[in-house]
C-alpha cells in the first residue's frame, strides 16, 4: 500500500498537463496510483511524471525516490536527455527558497518566446543540485534554470534567481555534466513605499539607483532635507513635524513627486508624528575594540554635525588625544585614539553634542569599552595567482551569509589582519565594469552577472595563527559563472554517461 506526500509540490510534468482533476490516493492508503485531467494531449509527444519522494509506502513511509513514468501519444518514446549541476553562487541567501528548490526548464525556441508561462519540459534538481530532462525530443530548445520561490514553476523576473545560456540548444544527442549556476537577477529601479519614520519619513526603492529627485506636493512641508546615498535603496525625507505642525494631532496624507532612474511618480502617505522618537547613539561594535580598528557609533538620525571638542575619552582617569569623524553614509561616526591593548576606556559625549538638521541627542553617552589583545585575533595571507583583470572584492563570509570581511582591491596579495577566529567562506566578486558594484544577471538582455569565484576550502582563523593561502583563478573549480566574451560560443558537453 502507497500514500502520496506532497503531491502537488513534488509532482512534475513534462510537458505540462493543466487541469488536473483528481490524483489517488489521498488520505487513505492504495494499492494503485491515479491521475485524471481535463485537458486535451498533444499528438505524437512523450509524457514524462517526475513524482520526487512523493511516493511512500503506507508502513514504513520510504519514499520511492525520483520515479519516473512516461507515455507517449505517438509511435515511441523519446529518449533524449539533458543532466547535470544547477549551484546557487550565493547559497546562504536561499534558506527559505530551498525548500521550493531550483526548476530547469526548456523552452522551445521560437520567433515569439513567452517565458511567463511554465517551460515545455521541466524538472527539479535533487537537494545536490543534480537534474536531469529525460525523455526529450530532438529540437532547438532555450535553457532556464530559476529557484522556485514561490512553487509555480514560472520564473519570476527581477525576483528569483536564474541562470540561462545564451545561446539555444540543438538538441541532437543527449547532453551531461551541463553546469549552471544560479545569480541574483538584476532589478529595474521602481518606487516602492514610504512609512514614518524616526526624524520623518523613510523612502524605499527596488533596485539601486543611483540618484533620487523628491519634491513635496504638499505646501505645508516647507522645510525639509532629503537623503540618499548613491546606489542605495533607501532615501530618508527628513523635517520637524512639531514645528510645522505636520500629522501631530492626527494623521495627514502627505504627497511627494518621485523620480527615480526613469520614472517619476506621484505618491503618498499617512503621516502621524511619533511622540516617541529620538535621535539615539550606540556602539554597533560591541565592548571589545579589535586592534587597529577605529570606535564606530552609529545613529538612527542622519549625522549633520558633531562637535567632538567637546566630548571626553579618558582611560584610568587620564584623557586621550582623539578624532572624530561622520562616516561616508551619515549615520555613523569614527573614532580614532592610539588605544593601548588590554587599556579600558570611557568615552563621553554630552546632550547636543550630535546633532541631525532638526534634532540632536537629549541626552548624555557614555561608552565603556576594552581595546582587546592581539592574541585574541588571527591574521590571513591571500596570494592570488592569475587574478581578474579588473578590480575585485575579496570578501570572508559566515556560516550565516553575512560578509564578515571585504576588501576592494586590484593586487595579486591581500592581507587580512586581525580577524576574529572562526571558519570562512572565501570569495572574490570581479567588478568587470568598474562601477563598485557586483551587478547581478539580467536574462531580459542575456546578460551574466558579474564573475564570482569560490574558494573550494574552508578558512579557519585561529588566535595567533597567521592562515596562508594561495590561490589559482585558472583552477577548475575556481569560477562559477561564465565569462561573456566565451559565454555565446559555449560547447556543451556530450557525455552519454549519466548519473547512475
Known amino acids: ?149 514561490n512553487a509555480n514553476s514560472v520564473y519570476d523576473a527581477e525576483k528569483e534567481a536564474v541562470a540561462f545560456l545564451k545561446e539555444p540548444i540543438e538538441l541532437t544527442k543527449s547532453i551531461s555534466g551541463l553546469p549552471l549556476q544560479l545569480a541574483p537577477s538584476r532589478k529595474s529601479v521602481k518606487y516602492l513605499e514610504m512609512k514614518e519614520a524616526p526624524g520623518g519619513i523613510l523612502m524605499t526603492f527596488q533596485g539601486r539607483p543611483d540618484s533620487i529627485s523628491v519634491a513635496p506636493l504638499n505646501p505645508k512641508l516647507k522645510d525639509y532635507k532629503i537623503t540618499h546615498r548613491k546606489n542605495s535603496d533607501s532615501a530618508h525625507i527628513w523635517f520637524d ?45 560591541g565592548n571589545l575594540l579589535a586592534p587597529g580598528r577605529k570606535l564606530v557609533l552609529t545613529s538612527n538620525y542622519y549625522i549633520d554635525k558633531i562637535t567632538p571638542e567637546k566630548w571626553t575619552l579618558v582611560s584610568d582617569s587620564i584623557a586621550q588625544n582623539f578624532q572624530a569623524e561622520i562616516t561616508d553614509d551619515g549615520f555613523g561616526i569614527t573614532v580614532t585614539s592610539a588605544f593601548k591593548e588590554g587599556q ?19 541626552k548624555s553617552y557614555r561608552f565603556d569599552f576594552t581595546a582587546d589583545k592581539t592574541e585574541s585575533y588571527g591574521d590571513f595571507l591571500l596570494t592570488l595567482k592569475n587574478k581578474p583583470e579588473h578590480p575585485f572584492w575579496v570578501e570572508l563570509v559566515r556560516d550565516n551569509g553575512e560578509v564578515a570581511y571585504s576588501a576592494y582591491v586590484a593586487e595579486d596579495t591581500i592581507n587580512f589582519k ?81 548519473k547512475k
Open 1 to 149: 500500500y502507497i500514500t502520496l506526500k506532497e503531491i502537488n509540490r513534488q509532482l512534475v510534468i513534462s510537458p505540462p498537463i493543466e487541469r488536473i482533476t483528481k490524483i489517488l490516493p489521498a488520505g487513505l492508503a492504495n494499492k494503485y496510483l491515479l491521475i485524471r485531467w481535463n485537458d486535451t494531449l498533444q499528438a505524437n509527444t512523450t509524457y514524462n511524471f517526475n513524482f520526487g519522494n512523493a511516493i511512500v509506502d503506507n508502513n514504513e513511509n520510504n519514499p520511492l525516490a525520483y520515479y519516473n513514468f512516461a507515455f507517449s501519444t505517438g509511435p515511441a518514446i523519446d529518449s533524449l536527455y539533458i543532466s547535470g549541476e544547477a549551484v546557487r553562487l550565493f547559497p546562504e541567501k536561499a534558506a527559505s527558497a530551498e525548500k521550493k528548490g531550483i526548476v530547469i526548464g526548456l523552452y522551445q525556441e521560437k520567433d515569439s518566446m513567452n517565458f511567463r508561462q511554465k517551460p515545455y519540459y521541466l524538472t527539479k534538481a535533487d537537494d545536490d543540485g543534480y537534474f536531469e530532462l529525460n525523455y526529450l525530443s530532438p529540437g532547438t530548445y532555450r535553457l532556464l534554470a530559476f529557484e522556485d520561490e
Open 418 to 498: 586581525t580577524l576574529k577566529p572562526g571558519k570562512y567562506q572565501l570569495r572574490i566578486l570581479e567588478d568587470t565594469n568598474e562601477n563598485r558594484l557586483w551587478d547581478a544577471a539580467d536574462f531580459g538582455t542575456l546578460t551574466f552577472a558579474e564573475p564570482v569565484y569560490l574558494f573550494e576550502k574552508t578558512v579557519e582563523v585561529r588566535p595567533l595563527w597567521e592562515i596562508r593561502e594561495t590561490w589559482d583563478l585558472n583552477s577548475k573549480n575556481a569560477q562559477l559563472t561564465p565569462k561573456e566574451e566565451t559565454a555565446g560560443a559555449q560547447q556543451l558537453p556530450l557525455n552519454e554517461e549519466k
Open 344 to 362: 579600558k576606556y570611557q568615552l563621553t559625549v554630552p546632550k547636543e553634542t550630535v546633532a541631525s538638521f532638526y534634532e540632536s541627542i537629549a
Open 241 to 285: 513635524a512639531e514645528r510645522q505642525q505636520i500629522g501631530t494631532e492626527i494623521s495627514e496624507n502627505l504627497r511627494f513627486r518621485v523620480t527615480a532612474g526613469n520614472k517619476s511618480d506621484s505618491v503618498s502617505t499617512a503621516y502621524r508624528y511619533n511622540t516617541k522618537n529620538e535621535m539615539t547613539l550606540a556602539n554597533s561594535g
